[in-house]
Nanobody, 124 residues
Framework: QVQLIESGGGLVQAGGSLRLSCAAS????????MGWFRQAPGKEREFVAS????????YYADAMKGRFTISRDNAKNTVYLQMNSLKPEDTAVYSC?????????????????WGQGTQVTVSS
Protein backbone atom coordinates (compact mmCIF):
# COMPACT_ATOMS: atom_id res chain seq x y z
CA GLN A 1 0.00 0.00 0.00
CA VAL A 2 1.27 3.44 -0.93
CA GLN A 3 -0.07 6.71 0.39
CA LEU A 4 0.44 9.85 -1.66
CA ILE A 5 0.10 13.36 -0.32
CA GLU A 6 0.26 16.36 -2.63
CA SER A 7 1.18 19.88 -1.63
CA GLY A 8 2.16 23.17 -3.21
CA GLY A 9 -1.07 24.19 -4.87
CA GLY A 10 -2.53 27.64 -4.55
CA LEU A 11 -3.61 30.80 -6.33
CA VAL A 12 -1.24 32.35 -8.85
CA GLN A 13 -1.53 34.97 -11.55
CA ALA A 14 -1.25 34.06 -15.21
CA GLY A 15 2.39 33.79 -16.20
CA GLY A 16 3.42 32.73 -12.73
CA SER A 17 4.90 29.50 -11.43
CA LEU A 18 4.14 26.84 -8.87
CA ARG A 19 5.92 23.70 -7.78
CA LEU A 20 3.81 20.79 -6.67
CA SER A 21 5.17 18.03 -4.49
CA CYS A 22 3.88 14.53 -3.92
CA ALA A 23 5.26 12.68 -0.92
CA ALA A 24 4.91 8.91 -0.88
CA SER A 25 4.96 6.48 1.99
CA UNK A 26 6.61 3.10 1.84
CA UNK A 27 10.00 1.66 1.02
CA UNK A 28 9.36 0.80 -2.60
CA UNK A 29 8.85 4.28 -4.02
CA UNK A 30 11.88 3.90 -6.28
CA UNK A 31 10.20 1.00 -8.08
CA UNK A 32 7.06 2.95 -9.02
CA UNK A 33 6.48 4.93 -12.15
CA MET A 34 4.74 8.16 -11.20
CA GLY A 35 2.33 10.45 -12.95
CA TRP A 36 0.56 13.76 -12.53
CA PHE A 37 -3.02 14.23 -13.69
CA ARG A 38 -5.47 17.09 -13.38
CA GLN A 39 -9.19 17.58 -13.40
CA ALA A 40 -11.00 20.83 -13.96
CA PRO A 41 -14.64 21.32 -12.92
CA GLY A 42 -16.99 19.66 -15.35
CA LYS A 43 -14.16 18.03 -17.27
CA GLU A 44 -12.63 14.58 -17.39
CA ARG A 45 -9.34 13.76 -15.72
CA GLU A 46 -6.43 14.76 -17.96
CA PHE A 47 -2.89 13.43 -18.18
CA VAL A 48 -0.19 15.98 -17.37
CA ALA A 49 3.17 14.20 -17.10
CA SER A 50 4.77 10.94 -16.08
CA UNK A 51 8.20 9.76 -15.04
CA UNK A 52 9.91 6.39 -14.94
CA UNK A 53 10.90 4.75 -11.68
CA UNK A 54 14.53 5.83 -12.04
CA UNK A 55 13.60 9.31 -13.22
CA UNK A 56 15.48 8.83 -16.46
CA UNK A 57 12.46 9.01 -18.74
CA UNK A 58 9.76 11.65 -18.71
CA TYR A 59 6.68 12.12 -20.82
CA TYR A 60 4.36 15.11 -21.15
CA ALA A 61 1.02 15.97 -22.58
CA ASP A 62 1.46 18.26 -25.58
CA ALA A 63 -0.15 21.23 -23.82
CA MET A 64 2.42 21.05 -21.02
CA LYS A 65 5.61 20.55 -23.01
CA GLY A 66 8.06 23.36 -22.43
CA ARG A 67 6.11 24.74 -19.46
CA PHE A 68 5.95 21.86 -16.97
CA THR A 69 8.75 19.69 -15.66
CA ILE A 70 8.30 16.45 -13.75
CA SER A 71 11.10 15.16 -11.56
CA ARG A 72 11.61 12.88 -8.61
CA ASP A 73 13.91 12.37 -5.67
CA ASN A 74 13.84 8.71 -4.71
CA ALA A 75 15.88 9.36 -1.58
CA LYS A 76 13.06 11.62 -0.37
CA ASN A 77 10.19 9.51 -1.75
CA THR A 78 8.93 12.58 -3.56
CA VAL A 79 7.88 13.50 -7.08
CA TYR A 80 7.62 17.11 -8.21
CA LEU A 81 5.83 19.07 -10.88
CA GLN A 82 7.35 22.44 -11.71
CA MET A 83 4.80 24.54 -13.55
CA ASN A 84 5.86 27.72 -15.33
CA SER A 85 4.05 30.20 -17.57
CA LEU A 86 0.77 29.20 -16.03
CA LYS A 87 -2.46 29.97 -17.84
CA PRO A 88 -6.04 30.27 -16.55
CA GLU A 89 -6.85 27.04 -18.38
CA ASP A 90 -4.35 25.24 -16.12
CA THR A 91 -6.78 25.73 -13.24
CA ALA A 92 -7.65 22.29 -11.87
CA VAL A 93 -7.14 19.84 -9.06
CA TYR A 94 -3.77 18.19 -9.61
CA SER A 95 -3.24 14.65 -8.40
CA CYS A 96 -0.24 12.39 -8.37
CA UNK A 97 -0.47 8.68 -9.01
CA UNK A 98 1.80 5.66 -8.59
CA UNK A 99 2.04 2.65 -10.84
CA UNK A 100 3.39 -0.45 -9.15
CA UNK A 101 4.12 -2.51 -12.25
CA UNK A 102 5.01 -1.42 -15.73
CA UNK A 103 6.64 1.65 -17.26
CA UNK A 104 5.43 5.22 -17.11
CA UNK A 105 2.06 5.79 -18.75
CA UNK A 106 -0.36 8.51 -19.76
CA UNK A 107 -3.36 6.28 -19.01
CA UNK A 108 -4.92 6.93 -15.63
CA UNK A 109 -6.35 3.41 -15.37
CA UNK A 110 -2.83 1.98 -15.30
CA UNK A 111 -2.06 3.64 -11.99
CA UNK A 112 -2.73 1.85 -8.73
CA UNK A 113 -2.52 4.56 -6.08
CA TRP A 114 -3.76 8.13 -6.04
CA GLY A 115 -3.38 11.14 -3.83
CA GLN A 116 -6.24 13.42 -2.79
CA GLY A 117 -5.12 16.23 -5.03
CA THR A 118 -4.15 19.85 -4.60
CA GLN A 119 -6.01 22.82 -6.07
CA VAL A 120 -4.24 25.07 -8.53
CA THR A 121 -6.02 28.27 -9.52
CA VAL A 122 -4.59 30.60 -12.14
CA SER A 123 -6.15 34.05 -12.33
CA SER A 124 -6.15 36.13 -15.50
Amino acid sequence: QVQLIESGGGLVQAGGSLRLSCAASGRTFSTYAMGWFRQAPGKEREFVASISSSGGITYYADAMKGRFTISRDNAKNTVYLQMNSLKPEDTAVYSCAARSAGPYSSSSHRYDYWGQGTQVTVSS
